[in-house]
């Protein structure tokens, strides 16, 4: 598919209050543009509002004001040009690996000699072949997250929409997936839009990290990642990295100190 | 040492079954054998078995039991028919919830057993009055569970499936319903438990043949052996269905087992 930007504009988001409490204001106006091939990641700290946005563009929530627009359209609604991978593990359980990664490619009708062609390639960048006919629940959860992976990629989407697919994996396991995603992404160069609270993540991933404010939600800083591509692990340990995370540490304590205050 | 929630093995699980069958037989042996309770009411586990045999041999039960088994399968097949698809649509479609869903409470309330005579006025004592009595008992609770179990389908799978490019009916077709899947089938065992029950109602009342019919026969000649060997036999027909049903969706549904 052809990329296109994808433009946030002053997309704000209040939840209705619940009984006598209060509507919750998630998301004060904010504007982001993501250019076609870019990676940017979101980091905040936790509420802040990350996830709503997130869902926002992939269309599964909608902005109390303000709108979304990938390329000329405007989000109104989920679709396929925009895949998702969500913190929890969404596979769907009755079907295997194999059929959870075509599952877009059925719903669009796309020939059964090409799914089998698209399955064998994502399979093997996934590093999931030989897996192909497994139940998720026989998975760990680094597989489970990979085949999510590859589901949401074998659609072929504008965009990637990523919501912490890794902060439920244990560290190890965790750069690993970190460096199998470059390594996807360094090959196509599709645009991804990354949410994490993981500083060291969003670094090694990113070439644009936008930092949110404690609730209400808010961009409040915005730093460019210059360490060049292809990255290797061996990037977290230079110089320039270690500027970029304690820059970084600055703005995320200030606010997590203000999340836990609050 | 027996710890909380730890599994139990196959070899032991069909032992420790079978324990409880036994033991429940020599307690029936102690107190008919043993004159504790006097042979009028309550036959001997041998004296039932000579009268299942005179049942079997000499009064064509199996003729009886063929029929019942007809009954119960038609009336629930019947009963799944309409409650399935329905309870599918309302736990996924609100609206259609919203209309059917009260009526469905206040129906699956009026008890079965007192439409007999009803039933009895408009249908006769034939067979559609029996599938009737089956129906009514089984098919608004039916459709109840199937609605609050394809309601249950988890959010996140549905919002998956919708950035995959799914549409509403792909989401009910390719999602909802394989979901529920295991746990409808799950319902479909408990109902046909239920469905025994309500054939029995209605053939002690109103029948010329069936197991419930040859249990009210037997209680005219005061043949205690025969009723409990009808009562027995229900048991054992309920055994095996429950058996071959959880063996079914064991089969049918190997992502969904541990
Ligand atoms: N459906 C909802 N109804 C009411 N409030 C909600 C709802 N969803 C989110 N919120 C509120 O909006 C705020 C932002 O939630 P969100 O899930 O976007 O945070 P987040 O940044 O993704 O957090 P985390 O890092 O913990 O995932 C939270 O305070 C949350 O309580
Ligand atoms: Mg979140």
Redesign the interface.
Known sequence: MSQEPLRIRGVTRSFPGQGRAGPTLALQPTDLTVAPGEFVAILGPSGCGKSTLLRIV???DRPTAGTVHLGPREVT????D???V?Q?Y?L????SVADNIR??LV??GVKPAEQQEILARFLARTGLRGFENH???QLSGGMQQRT?LA??LA?DPEIL?LDEPFGALDHQTRELMQELLLEIWQADRKTVLFVTHDIDEAIFLANRVVVMSARPGRIKAEVKVDLPYPREWTVKTTPEFGALKARLMGEIREEVRRAAAS | MMRPLQPVGAGARILLGTAFFAAFLGLWAAVSYGGVVPALFLASPGRTLASGWALLAEYGFAFDIGVTVWRVVGGFLLAALVAVPLGLLMGAFKPVEAFFEPFLSFARYLPASAFIPLLILWAGVGEAQKLAVIVIGSVFQLVIMVAVIAGGT?R??V????????RPL?ILR??VI??A?PQVAEALRLVLGWAWTYVIVAELVGASSGIGHMIMDSQRLLDTGQMIFGIVTIGVIGLVTDLLFKAANRKL????AL
């Open positions: 992939a269309g599964l609604g989920p679709g396929p925009r895949g998702m969500f929890s969404t769907f359980p009755w079907l599952y877009g719903e669009r139940w998720p629940r999510a589901r949401a659609n929409l | 988890r996140d799978l919002e998956a499936a919708y950035t995959l490019g799914s792909s390719r999602v394989p979901a899947a549904f190997p992502w969904a």
